[in-house]
């Protein structure tokens, strides 16, 4: 009985020195994906960043934290946004950006993720509010430049590499829908009228020097009129128009437009004019 007591006994304590083993092999033995790096730190301090693949740790002396190195995608929060012409907006926006040095993601920043929201946030916030809402709603591809250049510079530090951004929503309340609405009407109205007066102006010089080409060739202007009576006996109408040239009734118009002067006959010639003398008296015989 005794040997059978003390056989139970090493096989338990073997069994217990093998679970032992396990799990520390089980603690020691990391396996990280391709997208995925770890960083160890020894003691608490900063030793190195392993993986991807089978990687070791001291368990108890070593302490590894997993970074993910894929392209993360973040909504930005909608955000109340004053333009610098006093409207009200509101903007959200897609954020597109990635770890580029584990380390400094890690050691630089606590929770890098809720960090680069926030500063997405303030910074769209204080781009946008430089900018009217003309500006905000025509030039989209200026502004996203604008705030993704300024988060890369932020970011660098954190070992964070900004992708892109893109504004994807600007909602605006229904009296400035209106109010644009009724701009975009005046505005088709002006670039219609500058295009009629620009045809009326090109329609006005082609008139003018088929004008001149005509006066140059009188035939042509006889052929014309042949080509106007013909267009005007092919309609169905009762009213036939006749062309009369323009130079038979030049003289008719010169000659009512000339003044008439009256004919005044000649006055009759008078004899001059002799002194009144005195008269002679003859002497009576």
Do not use: C
């Not at 082609?206 to 080509?227: F, G, I, N, V, W």
């Amino acid at each position: 009985m005794p040997y059978i007591f003390s056989f139970y006994g090493l096989n338990i304590g073997l069994l217990t020195i093998v679970v032992i083993i396990l799990l520390v092999l089980f603690n020691a033995l990391k396996i990280l994906r391709e997208y995925q790096r770890g960083v160890i730190f020894t003691l608490g301090r900063f030793t190195k960043v392993k993986g991807p693949g089978l990687i070791f740790i001291i368990p108890g002396v070593q302490q590894m934290v997993r970074v993910d190195l894929r392209v993360v995608t973040m909504d930005v929060p909608s955000q109340d946004v004053i333009s610098r012409d006093n409207v009200s907006v509101k903007v959200n926006a897609v954020l597109y950006f990635r770890v580029i040095s584990p380390e400094k993601a890690i050691i630089q920043v606590e929770r890098y993720l809720e960090a680069t929201s926030q500063l997405a946030q303030t910074t769209l916030r204080a781009v946008l509010g430089k900018h009217e809402l003309d500006e905000m709603l025509s030039e989209r591809e200026k502004l996203n430049l604008d705030v993704q250049k300024i988060l890369d510079e932020q970011t660098d530090s954190w070992g964070i590499k900004v992708t892109n951004v893109e504004i994807k929503h600007i909602d605006l309340n229904e009296n400035m829908i209106r109010a644009i609405a009724r701009q975009a009407e005046a505005e088709r109205e002006r670039r219609a009228k500058v295009i009629h007066a620009e045809g009326e102006k090109q329609a006005a010089q082609a008139l003018m020097e088929a004008a001149e080409t005509l006066a140059r060739q009188p035939s042509a202007m006889q052929l014309r009129y042949l080509q106007t009576l013909t267009q005007v006996a092919g309609d169905k109408s009762s009213t036939l128009i006749f062309p009369v040239p323009v130079d038979l009734l030049s003289g008719l118009m010169e000659r009512r437009a000339a003044p008439s002067t009256p004919t005044v006959p000649p006055a009759p010639e008078t004899p001059p004019l002799q002194p009144d003398l005195p008269r002679r008296i003859d002497p009576v015989a």
